[in-house]
C-alpha cells in the first residue's frame, strides 16, 4: 500500500469515518461562486463599515486548507486557492447543531474544503470570512511538509512538483510568467504577420541541429524513428512551398546530458521570414526583447543572481572579434590553423587533453576558444556575428568571406538564448554539406547530421532568400524570471530514475 505511514493510516480512518457520518469526502460538484482574490478585491471597503462586518455579502469560497487553529467552540483555518490566501473563522454556534464537533477534529491542513459566508475585519485587521456553512470536498491523505521547512531536499521538488506548487506560491508565480512569455510570443509573432504551423514530432531523418538524437521505433511501418531535434527542416520546407513568415512553438528531443541549462526534451520558438537576412533577425530579436520586458514590467535592468543585465547596452559583435577583445587572443593566432594548435596546446590543456586538435578544421578550432574563454562573459544581451561555417551547416556563406557564415547566436548572461542566420537555398552546396556531415558521422560524430535527400531535392525546387531563427524558451524564461537551473522553469524535468528494490533479498543487501 501506497499510504502505509501511521500519519497516512490515521488520515484514511478519517476518510472513512466521514464516510460513516455520510459525508463524501470526495466530492464532486462545488458550489463556488467566488476565488480568494476576487473576494479580498470586492469586499475591501468592509473595513470602513460601523461593525467591520457585511452579513448580507453571502460567498461561497474553496481551497486548500493551509493553517488550522482549533479552539474549542471556535476554529481558525487559512484556505489557498489559485489567486490567494483567506483567512476564515468558523464557529460552532454558527453551523447546523452538532456539525463542528463532529467534523473539527476530520479537517487537516492539506485538505481541500468549501465554505459559505460573510465577509469581516477581525480585531488584528484582517479582512475574513465567518463561515455559515462548510464542507470537505477532498480528504488529503498524505500530510504536507511542516509550514516553515517546506520541501528542503531539492530533488524532492523537481520530482513531486505538484507538492512544490502547493508549498510554495512563488514557484506557481515562476511558471505564471513561464505562459504569459509563450503567449507574448505567439502574440508578438501573429502581430508581424507570422502563420503558427505544427511540424511532424517524429522524423524519418535526424536533422536541423547537430546532436544525438533519441530512437523509437514504428511497429506498423517496421522502421526506426527519431525523436524531433529541431524543426528546422520541416519549417523551410514549408517556405519552399510558398509560406513566407511562419512560426512554431514546440518540442524539441536530444539525448544529451542534463544540467543547468540543458534537459533532453526542451521549448524552442523557431521561425522564419523570407526576403530577409540575418541581419533583419538580429533587430526583430531587439525588439522582440523590448515587447517582453515592457508588457511583463520589468524594466530594462534585469538582477540575475549576482549580475545586472542591461537591455541598454546590447551590442553586436563579430566571433573572431570577441575571441580577440574578450578572449585575448589576436587574430594573427586565431585565423592560422598552426599557430592556433600551438596556443591551445601551450595555453590550454583542458581543450588539448580532450580532442585530437589535429583533426579538428580552423573554424572548430575556433569554437573551441569561443566556448572556453568568452561564451560565460557575455553578460549584457550580445549578438556574435560572422560565425565559421565549419560550424554553420545549415546557414549562408558569407559573400565577403566563403569560410564564413551569415550567422549570428545571441547570448545573455553567458549562456546562449537564441541562433538564428541567413538560410542556405543552394541545393547543391546543402548537399555537399550534408555529405561532409555524413562522412563526419561515419567516422563517430553521433551529433552530425544525416543526409536527406527530401530536403534537397525541396531546395530544388527554389527557396527565396530566407531568415530564420530559434529561440530557447526555458533559457529566456530563466533569464527573465532570474531562476540560474532549467529544472526551476520545466514543470517536470527529466530526473534520474530512483531505483527500488525488487525483492526481500535486494532490500537487505540495501
Known amino acids: 500500500m501506497i499510504f502505509s505511514n501511521k500519519l497516512e493510516i490515521q488520515r484514511l480512518e478519517k476518510v472513512q469515518i466521514l464516510k460513516e ?126 509550514k516553515y521547512h517546506g520541501i528542503t531536499d531539492i530533488e524532492a521538488r523537481y520530482r513531486q512538483r505538484y507538492l512544490d506548487l502547493i508549498m510554495n506560491r512563488e514557484v506557481k508565480e515562476v511558471f505564471k510568467t513561464r505562459s504569459k512569455i509563450v503567449s507574448l510570443s505567439r502574440r508578438f509573432f501573429e502581430d508581424k504577420g507570422f502563420l503558427e504551423v505544427e511540424t511532424p514530432m517524429i522524423h524519418p531523418i535526424a536533422g536541423g541541429a547537430n546532436a544525438r538524437p533519441f530512437i523509437t521505433h514504428h511497429n506498423a511501418l517496421s522502421v526506426d524513428r527519431f525523436l524531433r531535434i529541431a524543426p528546422e527542416l520541416y519549417l523551410k520546407r514549408l517556405i519552399v512551398g510558398g509560406f513566407e513568415a511562419v512560426f512554431e512553438i514546440n518540442r524539441n528531443f536530444r539525448n544529451e546530458g542534463i544540467d543547468h541549462t540543458h534537459n533532453p526534451e526542451f521549448t524552442m520558438l523557431e521561425f522564419y521570414w523570407t526576403y530577409k537576412t540575418y541581419k533583419d533577425l538580429i533587430e526583430i530579436t531587439k525588439e522582440y526583447f523590448q515587447y517582453l520586458l515592457t508588457s511583463l514590467n520589468l524594466g530594462q535592468k534585469l538582477i540575475y543572481g549576482n549580475l545586472e543585465i542591461d537591455f541598454n547596452k546590447i551590442e553586436v559583435i563579430s566571433y573572431l572579434d570577441s575571441i580577440e577583445k574578450i578572449g585575448g587572443i589576436s587574430q594573427d593566432i586565431t585565423t592560422d590553423i598552426d599557430k592556433i594548435i600551438f596556443y591551445i596546446e601551450k595555453n590550454l590543456p583542458q581543450i588539448s587533453n580532450s580532442i585530437d586538435l589535429k583533426s579538428k578544421k580552423l573554424g572548430e578550432l575556433q569554437a573551441e576558444l569561443f566556448d572556453e574563454l568568452v561564451e560565460d562573459k557575455l553578460i549584457n544581451p550580445t549578438f556574435i556575428t560572422d560565425y565559421p561555417i565549419a560550424i554553420s551547416p545549415l546557414a549562408r556563406r558569407s559573400d565577403r568571406d566563403p569560410e564564413v557564415a551569415d550567422r549570428f547566436e545571441f547570448f545573455i548572461a553567458g549562456c546562449e538564448i537564441g541562433n538564428g542566420f541567413s538560410e542556405l537555398n543552394d541545393p547543391v552546396d546543402q548537399y555537399n554539406r550534408f555529405q561532409a556531415q555524413v562522412e563526419a558521422k561515419e567516422s563517430g560524430d553521433d551529433e552530425a547530421h544525416e543526409m536527406d535527400e527530401d530536403y534537397v531535392r525541396a531546395l530544388g525546387y527554389g527557396m527565396p532568400p530566407t531568415a530564420g531563427q530559434g529561440i530557447g524558451i526555458d533559457r529566456l524564461v530563466m533569464v527573465l524570471t532570474n531562476q540560474h537551473s532549467i529544472r526551476d522553469v520545466l514543470l517536470f524535468p527529466a530526473m534520474k530514475q530512483i531505483h527500488k528494490p525488487n525483492t526481500k533479498e535486494e532490500e537487505k543487501s540495501e
Do not use: W
Open 21 to 146: 457520518l455520510g459525508y463524501n469526502p470526495y466530492c464532486n460538484i462545488s458550489n463556488r461562486d467566488m476565488i480568494i482574490g476576487d473576494f479580498i478585491a470586492k469586499n475591501s471597503d468592509v473595513e470602513n463599515l460601523e461593525n467591520k462586518r457585511d452579513s448580507g455579502r453571502v460567498s461561497v469560497i474553496a481551497g486548500r486548507i493551509k493553517f488550522y487553529r482549533l479552539m474549542g467552540k471556535a476554529s481558525f483555518l487559512k484556505i489557498e486557492d489559485e489567486s490567494g490566501i483567506l483567512q476564515i473563522y468558523v464557529a460552532r454556534d454558527n453551523l447546523p447543531d452538532g456539525f463542528y464537533n463532529k467534523i473539527k477534529k476530520l479537517m487537516e491542513v492539506g485538505d481541500i474544503i468549501e465554505v459559505a459566508g460573510y465577509p469581516f475585519v477581525t480585531n488584528k485587521g484582517e479582512l475574513s470570512l465567518h463561515v455559515n456553512n462548510l464542507k470537505v470536498m477532498t480528504k488529503a491523505i498524505s500530510p504536507l511538509p511542516e
